[in-house]
């Protein structure tokens, strides 16, 4: 049974960090690229960041670039989301999510998701 | 930046009915690199279709998709109450984009 759990959500202060987790089970985890989405209820859903089945490449929106890192841990199947100079903006429920193809160079289609985890940026 | 426009923004139809819902593009969408979600409250995203017309594994057949370049349709034949839901469009031919979602409710 393929699943992804996230953590690490909570109230931070803008400016602040926090770091996301997503533990992955139930399927090869090292041969496929993940990704973090987040959804807000006024901007719908947001593609975050993208990481490489193997982590050699990631990708970014212009949104979270230079303030977000996402790194990957293949020995412990889990994904990682790293939010430095958090701002309101970033308020969301992110979504740790499974990208369809393994071991392919670039990104296509989300096959599977986690249940979520709250960011909350507030003063 | 590809903008994903979904229309309507709210679909109002009965159990047995059909639903058709729109996703354009402000781009062409290469290779038909379209999918399709659902989301019900307090859920995560399902997938549904990728590749514009492909169903996901375990998404019943009466759930389709077709479309090219720029337009794009999400067809459910006969809506089962399970159905009520948003459904969220995606293109990852450049970069990732969502739509913003269409409700779809019962009438």
């Known amino acids: 049974h393929v699943q992804l759990v996230e953590s690490g959500g909570g109230v931070v202060q803008p400016g602040g960090s926090l770091r996301l987790s997503c533990a992955a089970s139930?399927?090869?985890?090292?041969?496929?690229?993940m990704h973090w989405v987040r959804q807000t209820p006024d901007k719908g859903l947001e593609w975050v960041a993208f990481i490489r089945y193997d982590g050699s490449n990631k990708y970014y929106a212009d949104s979270v670039k230079g303030r977000f890192t996402i790194s990957r841990d293949n020995s412990k199947n889990t994904l990682n989301l790293q939010m430095n100079s958090l701002r309101t903006e970033d308020t969301a429920v992110y979504y740790c999510?499974?990208?369809?193809?393994?071991?392919?160079?670039?990104?296509?289609?989300?096959?599977?998701w986690g249940k979520g985890t709250t960011v909350t940026v507030s003063s | 930046e590809i903008v994903l426009t979904q229309s309507p923004g709210t679909l109002s139809l009965s159990p047995g009915e059909r639903a058709t819902l729109s996703c354009r593009a402000s781009q062409s969408v290469s290779s038909s690199f379209l999918a399709w979600y659902q989301q019900k409250p307090g859920q995560a995203p399902r997938l549904l279709i990728y590749?514009?017309?492909s169903r996901a594994t375990g998404i019943p057949d009466r759930f389709s998709g077709s479309g090219s370049g720029t337009d794009f349709t999400l067809t459910i034949s006969r809506l089962e109450p399970e159905d009520f839901a948003v459904y969220y469009c995606?293109?990852?031919?450049?970069?990732?984009?969502f739509g913003q979602g269409t409700k779809v409710e019962i009438k």
């Open positions: 995606q293109q990852y031919g450049s970069s990732q984009t």
């Open positions: 999510a499974k990208d369809a193809a393994a071991a392919t160079l670039t990104y296509y289609y989300m096959d599977v």
């Open positions: 139930g399927f090869t985890f090292s041969s496929y690229g």
């Open positions: 590749a514009a017309s």
